[in-house]
């Protein structure tokens, strides 16, 4: 493997060989194994695998046989491993996750119905990792490709096994796990004063009972973390045949590319070997094609709305349709709805419904005047990349956190999908297209996500070069986790200074005032003989 | 002001925009006032200044008549303040600073000797800061200037002042502060279990007893800093006409330009707001002179060793200087001797002696075979950037804690300069030149060090540029400072779940109890009546 070291020294000379590292293949690339989850996480991890054969290095990549968004593609050599399950079946149970937030349950049953679903997922994924791992021969021809790196979405730690059994450096790329493992494994303090945790749709400044509940769920993570990943330690242990946690397997990480910014996030302490390319998902943006732009044409000095609840609802129930498309039907802009669901009678005439829709482009558009959406996270970054106000539907997961973020910043705002009336969605709407503030506000956030020195996505593909390169980054790796936990919160040293040292002292004080004594006795023994 | 924003979609057009912004000046550029320090701190952040220059900003720069280093240039405006000292009474107190290294007094005596010359020498920048105060006039004129942001060296805090005074976005750059006041105000973690204290000489792997006094130098950073800043809190509230503290002075940095790199330093804790420009002093190479070319030509196969114990020090003992003369004339390379002694009687023909050498350029020269120092920060980088492994003499300061961290990586040699004999310095010029393990280690140092997305130089200006266009990174500033130090660290809540909350829990129930007996009494009453 050749590659060129960027020690420029310096512009405008190292910026020429920066381009031309950039504009131009390397003439001999580096090789990749490559292990990324389904579902919507894979839209932004593509753009760097994309990029990564753009500057020629060879990419395979392991995944199931069935998959829902991730294709096969002339860019990278996909080996699949068969699943005992079809993708109907696969769909089922994603559908299952979302569906689950419209039905008419009681609040507790409604809460067990989902823990009983993640559940499933999570044994589900177990299984598909399982099936993996018995593929002997595959792993076998893996382990002879002689990988320089691996580039792993974590979520569900399958390729970490795979990193530790095949010795390659790792990096992870993820916007973060539902149990914060993250930051346990990379020794980053997590001030559970300021930093909300996830689910609670706190913001970091939070009254005392937030804080208190805030505390509370953090430790509850724990009991998450064994909810999603508690049969990881054993399948590892047998694949590796030694003692393996699910902690070990979370910690190998030579770097973290996080889909962080903060503008969207709350800044907090963070690691060196965490990097940051939140709105990573933005780089890729096309012109409209003719249809779409016609539609955003015909808008007229009223404009856009982008209204869409994301890749994992394919439907909602028939009575919210009708009260959504009743407040749709009211605003004077045109809405381009991505909408999958039963057909809508009586629909306005501003309403266009659309199976799918190209939202970055379209949120790109300066007609666009307002996104309708569901709070994803890649959703939110591109509402803030293109500085369009947003009214939030979240639904499920860390969605809620994502809409007060938003919300908090003056960018959006929130509403309950399930409580909310026509009324109120018709106002949330009229609110950010006509006050000026929500357009300032997204404007500001905008302005200051945009102002990098280098592009979230060039920067996540050059820290996976730098693995390659180097094998690895433990320069970056603090030695905390030489440490046992009492040992790095320094308790031993303290009870040594307030408890050990001060009894120590009083037992030797002790021990000479006795000597001293019993040599006054004897001593006045001897005058007296 | 018209700043050009660097939302490039995508690389190469990014970086076509980019080396565009770069190469040639801004149409308009911005308004900056700069306040330095003297002394070698200026050396790294001149290259700073300067590129700001290049890139077509309006530099105003604030220094006292008096002078070591910082010169008036053609690329930026100086304005200077009078102060109560002449240039020789100035180079007295510096040189007071470092002759006490070789002062043949008791222990206890030099360190006293030390802490009443660092308490004058703080005494004296503090006065230099009254005097700068004092000028109504120029303050008047710098706060009718519309400056966009304020670039200062923190250490002693007098820029820290007319920030506020002025109400300017700040952009520090600095090392580090001696009693690392930064952590503390950027309310960063620093564990004291792995984050070795300044002038502890430790690693980040300690052993029991080292974390004890580590934890203990710790709590003695507060007495460091009143000896350092005690009264600045009584001028900066005289001169604003408000309460104001020495931390609330630090804690204003929209932006902390940190002269880090972890391949030096170990891996901690940071935040957001933290930018690592270590390295930003190798920027600046050029061709040698003929002189030097000639000389190095000369010294054929077995190339030439530099020493320098750089600005501060201005002569040394003649014993000493005696002793590593005999150990330089025992090795076969040409020694380039930064020397501003007393005459060396029976010089070997292999040294040469300077008033001044071209540092970084003649490390850069492929014929360097090593590099003594006294483990300065800035020689330090220029040695890692340079590849070339090194012989270690710390003086004073934070150099034995810099000496240590290389001496840890297998890059270099630390000897004592007091104890050490001709022998052993020329034995440590013999390993570090013959033994090929510290090349390798400062080759892998080097190569980390320098593969890096953007020069440590490119971003520092970047990030002084991005302060100046938004005035200010507040999104990059943590929530923590509106939180007492107690509510930071979660004691209240605690406090409330472990004692207050259990306690009001069993009056309650007391309470019931009491009731349900009386009750129960009352109710025996009445059958019995």
């Known amino acids: 493997m050749a590659f ?15 381009l031309f590292l950039t504009s131009f293949r390397f003439a001999m690339g580096g090789n990749l194994l490559v292990i990324p989850q389904d579902g919507s ?6 753009a760097v695998v994309e990029e990564l054969h753009q500057r020629g290095h060879k990419i395979v990549m392991v995944i199931p046989e069935v998959t829902i968004h991730i294709r096969p593609s002339q860019h990278y050599t996909v080996r699949t491993y068969p699943v005992p399950y079809s993708k109907e079946y696969l769909e089922l149970r994603i559908k299952e996750l979302s569906f689950n937030i419209f039905a008419e349950e009681p609040f507790l049953q409604k809460v067990f119905t989902m823990y009983k679903r993640i559940s499933n997922f999570s044994r589900f994924m177990f299984s598909a990792c399982k099936h993996f791992l018995l ?10 490709s002689k990988f320089d ?32 493992i993250e930051y346990e494994v990379s020794q980053c303090p997590s001030p559970p004063s300021y930093v909300p945790r996830i689910f609670t749709s706190y913001t970091d400044h939070m009254t005392f009972p937030q804080r208190v509940k805030n505390l509370l769920v953090n430790h509850l993570n724990p009991l998450l973390c064994s909810i999603l990943y508690s049969q990881y330690g054993n399948l590892a242990s047998e694949f590796l045949q030694r003692d393996v946690t699910v902690l070990d397997l979370f910690s190998h990480a ?5 889909r962080y910014d903060f503008v969207f996030e709350y800044p907090r302490p963070v690691m060196p070997n965490m990097i940051f390319i939140g709105g990573v998902n933005c780089a890729q943006r096309k012109n409209l094609s003719q249809e779409f732009e016609n539609l955003v ?14 890749s994992m609802i394919s439907g909602i129930p028939l009575k919210k349709a009708m009260e959504i498309a009743t407040a749709l039907g009211s605003i004077q802009q045109t809405v381009l709805w991505r909408y999958t669901g039963q057909t809508l009678p009586n629909l306005a005439k501003n309403i266009k419904l659309m199976k799918w829709l190209p939202q970055n482009d379209l949120l790109a558009h300066p007609k666009t005047r307002a996104f309708v959406t569901h709070a994803g996270s890649h959703g939110i970054y591109e509402g803030i990349c293109n500085a369009v106000p947003m009214v939030l539907l979240p639904l499920f997961g860390d969605q809620m956190d994502n809409a007060k973020r938003i919300e908090s910043r003056g960018a959006g705002v929130t509403l309950n999908i399930l409580d909310m009336t026509s009324l109120d969605l018709s106002n949330a709407l009229n609110a950010v297209i006509n006050e000026p503030k929500y357009k300032k506000n997204i404007k500001r956030l905008s302005a200051l996500h945009l102002d990098k020195p280098i592009h979230p996505l060039d920067l996540a593909v050059y820290w996976v070069e730098f693995v390659m390169r180097h094998k690895g980054a433990s320069h970056l790796r603090p030695a905390a986790p030489n440490l046992d936990w009492f040992q790095y919160h320094s308790l031993d040293v303290v009870a040594f200074l307030l408890v050990i040292l001060p009894s120590g002292l009083f037992v030797i004080l002790k021990c000479c005032s006795f000597c001293c004594r019993k040599c006054c006795t004897l001593k006045g023994r001897f005058k007296k003989m």
Do not use: K
């Open 4 to 18: 060129m070291l960027l020690s420029f020294y310096r512009a405008p000379l190292g910026f020429l060989l920066f």
């Open 41 to 46: 996480h894979w839209l932004s991890m593509q």
């Open 135 to 144: 593929e002997n021969e595959m792993i076998q021809t893996l382990n002879e």
């Open 149 to 180: 790196a691996i580039f792993i979405d974590p979520t569900f730690p399958c390729g970490e096994i795979v990193a530790e059994y095949l010795s390659l450096p790792s990096v992870y790329f993820l916007r973060g796990i539902p149990c914060a």
């Open 254 to 258: 030579s770097v973290w590319l996080l």
């Open 297 to 310: 044409t015909s808008s007229g000095e009223n404009g856009i709305v982008i209204f869409s609840l994301g």
